[in-house]
């Protein structure tokens, strides 16, 4: 009886050493516990799969006594099929090492094939305690190059990025915070401001808005950095690296006027100013006036300027008493400095309220005037209706910028036609915007 019992518990030693052997062995493992010296440690990492952006992840060490002293870890970057090392061209960097743990910070993995990250922790006699994997997406098939319309800091904390196109994020939140920062547009280490954990990005339809749990303070030369990773298109490519200045001044980007189309007998205009910090400016710093047709003076028409968060510019049409339309452009200065309005999608947009003849409504297709601009060789003399141009034999063709004003008009049902003095008709190769 006693050597069958000696057997048995031979036996049970042997099956545990065997276990033991098991798991040493095997591929590496999220978690798992080994006895060091007197003390049980174990060890994980969260998350254990990340983007192709990169990121942080969280190596937690529970057990007793543990000091910062006591452990050690190194990161390895392998192919994710485990064959070929890469811990040279993507390395990891541990940071924020503390008693329980530590911060690895993974890198964007540029390659379209996976990557491997082996974690592996030690204690202080380089025994090893657990080693752990974490797996990274290969980066996507496709980036494509997209840049904002605007970037604008509306407040001392929040920075709004337009776009003119709709945009995605390339993550969860978290995963895209190290891939965003403010910094100076000529050195991205001076006034440099990274997303912290208190700090949210919100990215819906064309906008994306950064709301930081700080004040910030902008300079001239802030600008927004945006790394490959942090956003996609609506067709799910991936947004090269951009930069851009951001706005931290009061600054007009859009003017809105209503109506847009008045009877003969004209009428009260009020045109409403759009932008960031609009409410920071006086009246005086607003100047505004207004050019009829194809004049250069400023009519005299007074316009009365309201300050606030949308300042508003009330200003009264007379009535028309040609058989023309007439239309009147409203130009707006802040501080003295020039607002433009046209954009990629509409080069000709602008603050034109027309004034119809009678007999005519509003839903009738009038033209008020032309200008003309010469996009090359134009020479003095010219005016917003005539151009003047010198017509080198090697040119071969000359390009002109025609603009028309009125109402309802189609640019798809506009052709323009060149006759000169002789009556000879030219070709003309027609672009609408």
């Known amino acids: 009886m006693r050597k069958k019992l000696v057997s048995l518990v031979l036996a049970g030693v042997l099956l545990f050493s065997q276990g033991g052997l098991a798991v040493r062995a095997a591929e590496p493992e999220e978690s798992g516990a080994v006895t060091n010296q007197d003390q049980s440690i174990t060890a994980s990492v969260n998350p254990t799969q990340i983007g192709e952006a990169g990121g942080d992840v969280t190596l937690t060490l529970n057990g007793q006594g543990l000091t910062a002293d ?23 960097a541990v940071k924020e090492k503390r008693a329980d743990g530590a911060t690895i910070t993974i890198p964007i993995n540029k390659m379209k094939n996976g990557l491997e990250y082996r974690i592996l922790v030690t204690d202080s006699n380089g025994s090893e305690i657990q080693q752990l994997k974490v797996m990274q997406d290969g980066k996507a098939a496709s980036t494509v190059s997209l840049l904002p319309s605007t970037v604008a800091m509306t407040d001392d904390t929040t920075v709004v990025a337009t776009f003119e196109q709709d945009v995605t994020a390339g993550g969860e939140a978290e995963k895209i915070k190290p891939l965003i920062y403010l910094a100076s547009d000529g050195n991205d280490q001076a006034n440099r401001r990274n997303l912290e954990a208190a700090d949210t990005v919100t990215v819906e339809g064309k906008t994306v808005t950064i709301k930081l749990a ?12 945006v790394k490959e990773g942090a956003l996609k298109t609506a067709d799910g490519k991936l947004v090269k690296d951009f930069k851009w200045a951001v706005m931290s001044r009061p600054h007009v980007d859009d003017i809105q006027v209503t109506p847009g189309i008045l009877s003969a007998e004209g009428g009260q205009v009020v045109a409403t100013l759009k932008g960031v910090r609009l409410d920071t400016l006086s009246k005086d710093q607003i100047q505004a006036k207004l050019i009829r047709g194809a004049e250069t003076s400023p009519a005299e028409i007074p316009i009365e300027v309201t300050p606030g968060a949308e300042p508003t510019l009330t200003y009264t049409l007379p009535a028309n008493e040609t058989d023309n339309t007439i239309s009147y452009l409203l130009k707006v200065e802040v501080d003295k400095v020039p607002i433009y309005e046209p954009t990629v999608e509409n080069p000709a947009k602008a603050a034109v309220v027309s004034v ?78």
């Not at 006591?70 to 990891?92: C, F, H, I, L, S």
């Not at 700080?214 to 950095?225: G, I, M, S």
């Not at 000359?398 to 009125?406: D, E, W």
């Not at 309802?408 to 002789?422: G, H, M, P, Q």
């Open 70 to 92: 006591a452990w050690n870890v190194d990161v390895k970057t392998y192919t994710q099929d485990g064959n070929m090392e890469m811990t040279g061209r993507y390395p990891a």
């Open 214 to 225: 700080q004040k910030y303070d902008a300079k001239a030369d802030t600008a927004l950095y």
């Open 356 to 433: 119809l003849p009678k007999g005519k409504t509003a839903g009738d297709q009038t033209l008020s005037h032309m200008s003309i601009s010469v996009l090359s060789g134009s020479e003095e003399g010219a005016t917003s209706t005539h151009a003047v141009v010198t017509v080198r034999k090697s040119l071969g063709q000359l390009k002109v910028h025609l603009k028309l004003s009125g109402t309802n008009l189609d640019d798809t049902k506009t052709k323009i036609r060149a006759v000169d003095e002789n009556g000879i008709v030219w070709p003309v190769i027609h672009v609408p915007e």
